[in-house]
């Protein structure tokens, strides 16, 4: 019976990279990061434009991510 069990796992494909959970809510928070910076630095205007899209993409895409199985 446990070697049914054990097949059964082994033979379980890996999901694609942007499907597993771990990996993306890692890009989803660097995200985050990246417009945090981008909020704060004062040297290019255009930094500071795109910095709330950018912001809100990664936490939109954290929420959407934190809902994949592992």
């Known amino acids: 019976m446990t070697h049914l069990i054990e097949t059964s796992r082994s ?3 890996k999901r694609p990279f942007f499907l597993r959970r771990g990996p993306m809510e890692n890009i989803a ?10 909020l704060f630095q004062p040297f290019l205007l ?4 795109y910095s709330l899209a950018t912001l809100l993409a990664g936490t939109a ?10």
Not at 46 to 49: Q, R, S, V
Not at 63 to 70: A, L, Q, R
């Open 11 to 13: 033979s379980r494909r």
């Open 29 to 38: 928070t660097t995200l985050i990061a990246i417009g945090f910076l981008m």
């Open 46 to 49: 255009i930094l500071y434009t």
């Open 61 to 70: 895409m954290f929420i959407i991510v934190s809902k994949f199985p592992e």
